[in-house]
Nanobody, 121 residues
Framework: QVQLEESGGGLVQPGGSLRLSCAAS????????MGWYRQAPGKQRELVAR???????QYGDSVLGRFTISSDNAKNAVYLQMTGLNPDDTAVYYC???????????????WGQGTLVTVSL
């Protein structure tokens, strides 16, 4: 069974930086994509960034230009370098991995347990 192990969350001051890491373990085949989503209290989960195994990236509008996603396919790992953090970035950040599937819709997703990022003085 695939498990996603996340790390890097914590408390950071406004304007600071933080790096999140996530690795998919116990997988026979590497994910076709991995990404980060976040959910703030009282809000829906939203896309932060996503990267395919070919290096194509997507970013949420609110983080574009501030966050950078990268991956290491050999390690089935994904990283999120966050800079210029502000209090609005405070949320639980969830790692997500997509794997090819023979069943519709042709893929399935796996979620990490989430890591809390708090941006505050």
């Amino acid at each position: 069974q695939v498990q996603l192990e996340e790390s890097g969350g914590g408390l950071v001051q406004p304007g600071g930086s933080l790096r999140l890491s996530c690795a998919a373990s116990a997988s026979i085949f590497g994910p076709r994509a991995m990404g980060w989503y976040r959910q703030a209290p009282g809000k829906q989960r939203e896309l932060v960034a996503r990267i395919t195994n070919r290096g194509r990236t997507q970013y949420g509008d609110s983080v574009l230009g501030r966050f950078t996603i990268s991956s290491d396919n050999a390690k089935n790992a994904v990283y999120l370098q966050m800079t210029g953090l502000n209090p609005d970035d405070t949320a639980v950040y969830y790692c997500h991995a997509e794997f090819d599937s023979d069943l519709e819709p042709g893929y399935y997703g796996v979620w990490g347990q989430g890591t809390l990022v708090t941006v505050s003085l």
